[in-house]
């Protein structure tokens, strides 16, 4: 069965610093997506990062990247020079490929709580 | 702003009650998810729907959950007698067509059950 697993509950980083938030997933399929997603406190989902399977090179966005370890099948999240408002839960995504159920649903990992320290 | 919308944003329901949860997708997606995050959980699939199709509703509770997504208007997701398991967040997420990578969430509608 698919799984995401995020192993941290919570996490602590100080103000500029980088922070790794783990991710580890588990799949028979070939073809899949990976997903970070940050959750403030206000509730909304917001996207921040994607990877595909196929994908040679690890993604970037700002100050996210992605360190995507196929043979190890993680997928942690990198954020460089932590801010404030970086605080917040953040979620780990796998997106099915579908090609059986035809949905391209998206498993969550139960996600890490980040607080940045002033 | 072309993004997805949900309403309510907060609804308070006794139990015993209905909720009625919207969503209008992105403009032209036309691929509708349902998502639950009980508190202090991630987000659990629900339904999948396309226009007037109900695709996969694998993570729907047999009894009192139902949803739609007609030809014209908003997703629905329908919760008849509600009960205090019920509380959590509902999130909707749109997509263009089958296997984009990205699915567009909305804010959410945050359920409470008296």
């Known amino acids: 069965a698919q799984k995401i697993t995020q192993t941290q509950p919570g996490m602590f980083v100080q103000e500029k610093e980088a922070v790794t938030l783990d991710c580890t997933y588990d799949?028979?399929?070939?073809?899949?997506?990976l997903f970070w997603y940050k959750q403030p406190s206000s509730g909304e989902m917001i996207f921040l990062i994607y990877?595909?399977?196929?994908?040679?090179q690890n993604a970037t966005e700002g100050r996210y990247s992605l360190n995507f370890q196929k043979a190890r099948k993680s997928a942690n999240l990198v954020i460089s020079a932590s801010q404030l408002g970086d605080s917040a839960m953040y979620f780990c995504?796998?997106?099915?490929?579908?090609?059986?159920?035809?949905?391209?649903?998206?498993?969550f990992g139960t996600g890490t709580r980040l607080k940045v320290l002033a | 702003n072309a993004g997805v919308m949900q309403n309510p944003r907060h609804l308070v329901r006794r139990r015993g009650q209905e909720a009625r949860l919207r969503c209008s997708p992105v403009?032209?997606?036309?691929?509708v998810y349902w998502y639950r995050q009980l508190p202090e959980e991630g987000l659990k699939f629900m339904v999948y729907?396309?226009?007037?199709?109900?695709?996969?509703e694998s993570g729907m509770p047999k009894e009192r959950f139902s949803a739609e997504f007609p030809k014209e208007g908003p997703s629905i997701l329908r919760i008849q007698q509600v009960v205090r398991g019920d509380s959590a967040a509902y999130f909707c997420?749109?997509?263009?067509?089958?296997?984009?990578?990205?699915?567009?969430f909305g804010p959410g509608t945050r359920l409470t059950v008296l």
């Open positions: 799949t028979s399929d070939p073809s899949y997506g």
């Open positions: 403009k032209g997606h036309s691929h």
């Open positions: 729907l396309q226009k007037e199709n109900i695709i996969d």
């Open positions: 990877q595909g399977s196929y994908d040679q």
């Open positions: 995504a796998m997106r099915e490929s579908g090609t059986t159920s035809g949905t391209y649903k998206y498993i």
């Open positions: 997420a749109s997509s263009p067509r089958t296997g984009y990578n990205e699915q567009f």
